[in-house]
């Protein structure tokens, strides 16, 4: 006997896959194993989210789940698993999957689900591009800030058997370091068997793709002006030149010129397409919507190759002055782009096998490791960096970041003696400096090696000419923060050290000199509490950081909580605290080292 049809809100994730039919006319045997190993990963997220799969028809799945926080987390963390499955397929036997997700009113009868609602999932995914997800707005409001996720607004979009517009939110992960898939999974050797037979008997292959630049590259085009105002097409134009001005000046990108961009202007485009023609790997496009006296502009970076977006955001603002609205967006929009496109680029290089590392997959690699900023990883980058340089010993960039790695080597970790990291700190630094005296970051790797000899004022003078090169530079302002505080400047350093933040915020290497230097400013003011609460700010994140614990030991010492700072010492010295009381850092006054060495004792430091 049936169960009777019950109601209940619920949220519903719709999914299938893109160009399904294609894959199975190609090799029907290769894609029903590759969908078997898709959803053996499908069903085992689903179920680790607290979902239930109510139905499945072929390539496709629905599901439900309790709250929109566990179905917002599942869809993204399903189309970051597929895609590390599918990494090393060829792209036209990757199977990416729509998803689409709603929060609404359905009806259930033996398992199944009905409604309107389910028809709403059904549509968001189909407005889906491959890899991506489209939700309701229902799901970005319950959402709010409780899954790490970007949401681009796509606006009310009219889709096919629902009466009333939709509206819709594109979304993609929040950018956090990548971890690295395993090569030669078994979906990626699955997905690639066939495709050569495949392209014998239907003769597909299309014209030949421009070779790709060396390091990263990307094209910005035309952002489409979405309004009723022509007077605005100018306004998008703006915004798209200024952020072509303001990437090109990264020495670590490869930007195609506004002309060339510009030739899109007006047309329909499929970023595959662009990415072929422009011999680019990364395309960055957008769409500006003025409604009264407001603007919204929405970005998204997509990888050309595959399709997937990288990262997205909007942008809300009074029109009281356009040409600042435009400077504001266009810097926002560039600042956010180079880490976005780095992060990529890491993710990229840590697929790739050993055997077949190059000067910029270890250098890619190594730039993983270093930001992970614990001791291990930093060993390993060094090695890896070291590696670079043996395959290109002209590659500038290998040799700041091996200085950078070799300075936390000793100075950080203890691995090392720190005079010893000093010297061959500076040595790499000044040799990247050498072969491209206008690479902001070996500028700003210099700066760091003059600020561990404790030459502050030519470190300001470098980090100053980099900003000069680079005004985005994130590292940059930190070393002239670190600068500034040494020197008993804290305000303007602290000032310095909140805008290397707001550039670059999801960085773990920089966060951690960051609060490092934050917590030193604050303890050398005799602000103890504030010292404290930004070291137990940066324990939340980083619990076996030694530096953090050290930094909570004095502060707690000087404020008279003598057993919570013996504790707090104790826990530095077990994640491998060391400090020599009789080496002054050349960084440090002897009055600031005098200060910290009475901290110490005062918990408790005998050494």
Request: proline letters at 4%.
């Amino acid at each position: 006997m049936a169960e009777r049809a019950e109601r209940r809100l619920t949220t519903i994730l719709a999914a299938d896959i893109a160009e399904y039919s294609r894959l199975m006319r190609a090799d029907e045997d290769a894609t029903m194993r590759a969908l078997g190993a898709c959803r053996a990963v499908i069903d085992g997220l689903v179920a680790e989210h607290r979902g239930r799969i109510a139905n499945t028809a072929g390539d496709a799945v629905l599901a439900e789940f309790p709250s929109v926080a566990d179905g917002l987390a599942c869809a993204l963390e399903m189309q970051q698993a597929l895609a590390a499955e599918n990494a090393d397929a060829p792209a036209e036997r990757r199977m990416q999957f729509r998803i689409g997700l709603h929060l609404g009113d359905v009806m259930t009868r033996d398992g199944d689900l009905f409604g309107d609602a389910v028809n709403i999932a059904a549509r968001l995914e189909a407005l889906a591009e491959p890899g991506g997800i489209c939700v309701s707005a229902a799901v970005r409001e319950h959402a709010g800030t409780r899954v790490a996720a970007t949401f681009a607004d796509l606006g009310a979009q009219r889709v096919k058997n629902i009466a009333d517009p939709v509206h819709v939110f594109r979304v993609g992960p929040t950018l956090t370091h990548p971890v690295a898939p395993a090569p030669g999974s078994t979906l990626s050797r699955i997905a690639g068997e066939g495709v050569e037979r495949h392209r014998r008997e239907t003769g597909e292959g299309g014209s030949a793709a421009l070779a790709l630049p060396d390091k990263p590259s990307i094209a910005v085009l035309p952002f489409a002006n979405m309004s009723s105002d022509p007077e605005q097409e100018f306004f998008a134009d703006g915004i798209a030149e200024d952020v072509i001005t303001a990437l090109s000046r990264y020495p670590s990108l490869f930007v195609i010129a506004r002309n060339s961009c510009f030739t899109y202007k007006g047309r329909a485009v499929d970023v595959k397409e662009v990415g072929r023609e422009l011999g680019v790997r990364y395309v960055l496009e957008g769409s500006l919507r003025k409604s009264g006296n407001r603007i919204r502009v929405t970005a998204q970076l997509v990888e050309a190759e595959t399709g997937n977006h990288l990262w997205a955001e909007r942008y809300d603002r009074d029109l009281a002055d356009i040409f600042a609205v435009q400077d504001e967006i266009s810097q926002a929009v560039s600042i956010a782009i180079a880490p976005a496109v780095s992060q990529a680029e890491q993710q990229r290089a840590m697929r790739k096998p050993p055997g077949s590392l190059d000067a910029w997959a270890a250098y890619q690699q190594g730039l993983w490791h270093l930001g992970r900023a614990i001791r291990s990883s930093n060993d390993e980058a060094r090695r890896l960096f070291e590696r670079a340089i043996e395959f290109d010993p002209s590659f500038a960039a290998s040799y700041a970041a091996l200085a950078r790695a070799i300075g936390y080597a000793g100075m950080h970790y203890g691995a090392m003696p720190a005079a010893d990291a000093v010297r061959l700190n500076t040595e790499y630094a000044r040799k990247a400096m050498d072969l491209d005296p206008r690479d902001a970051d070996a500028m700003t790797g210099l700066s760091l090696a003059l600020i561990w000899q404790g030459d502050l004022a030519n470190a300001e003078t470098r980090a100053i000419e980099a900003l000069n090169i680079n005004p985005n530079n994130a590292w940059a302002y930190a070393c002239i923060g670190a600068c500034l505080v040494f020197c008993g400047r804290h305000a303007e350093g602290r000032a310095a050290l909140a805008k290397t933040e707001r550039l670059n915020p999801f960085d773990d290497e920089l966060a951690d000199d960051i609060y490092r230097v934050l917590a030193q400013s604050h303890y050398f003011n005799r602000d103890y509490e504030e010292c404290l609460e930004i070291s137990r700010h940066r324990i939340r994140f980083r619990p076996e950081d030694p530096s953090a614990n050290f930094h909570i030991a004095r502060a707690l010492a000087q404020l008279g909580r003598t057993d919570a700072a013996r504790a707090a010492l104790s826990r530095a010295v077990a994640v491998g605290f060391r400090w020599d009381p009789h080496n002054r850092r050349a960084f440090h006054s002897a009055e600031q080292h005098a200060h910290m060495l009475e901290g110490l004792r005062k918990a408790g430091w005998e050494g």
